[in-house]
């Protein structure tokens, strides 16, 4: 399958995320197009050139990145009329505690009805914290949020929650669905 991958990012982890994801559609024998949503110089891609789109974003305090909120309010018919896929990158999908999973139910629910975009499958992505892209003020946000879950974090080291095998399984399974 020919495969759009659009994805924002904040602080990286979601670049990495979908750079991963690419290397491995390519490696089980997909070709891919990787857009940063908000790099694009044409973000509106033609999106009838591919056969399925997996978009990905990361949520900061409680929302996707705007611009590819805006692509796939921008896109939501084409979307909704091809196979996708979107991948919701977060902290509280490191953990299980109930009223975070709640958060991120209510995330992405807000995204779906501000873009009208319905997408096929939806997976949680746990990302990470990354001291080393932080300023001093984000720094000290993120170890507070970290100490009030009692997770134990070296705020001079990046900290990353992704499980890749736990993405290349879920890659699996859709790259099957979505080629039937
Ligand atoms: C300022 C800030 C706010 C965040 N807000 C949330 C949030 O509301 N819910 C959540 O689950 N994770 C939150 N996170 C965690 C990010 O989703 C996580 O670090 C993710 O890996 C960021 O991806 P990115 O590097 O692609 O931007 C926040 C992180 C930062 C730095």
């Not at 044409?42 to 990145?65: C, V």
């Amino acid at each position: 399958m020919k495969i759009l991958i659009i994805y924002g990012t904040t602080d990286g982890q979601t670049r990495k995320v979908s750079r991963f994801v690419a290397d491995y559609l390519v490696d089980i024998g997909h070709s891919i197009e990787l857009i940063h949503v908000a790099e694009s110089e044409d973000p509106d891609a033609e999106l009838s050139r591919f056969d399925a789109a997996l978009l990905a974003g990361s949520i900061h305090m409680g929302k996707f990145q705007s611009a590819l909120s805006e692509f796939a309010r921008k896109n939501s018919a084409a979307l909704n009329g091809m196979k996708t896929a979107f991948l919701s990158v977060s902290l509280s999908a490191a953990g299980s505690n109930e009223s975070d999973w709640g958060g991120l139910h209510d995330c992405l629910s807000n995204f779906t009805e501000e873009t009208g975009w319905n997408p096929d499958h939806v997976e949680h992505v746990a990302g990470a914290l990354r001291f080393e892209e932080y300023d001093y003020f984000k720094s000290l946000a993120m170890r507070w949020i970290a100490a009030k879950r009692e997770a134990e974090v070296d705020s001079k080291q990046n900290k990353e929650y992704t499980d890749w095998e736990a993405l290349k399984v879920f890659l699996d399974d859709w790259a099957v669905s979505a080629d039937t």
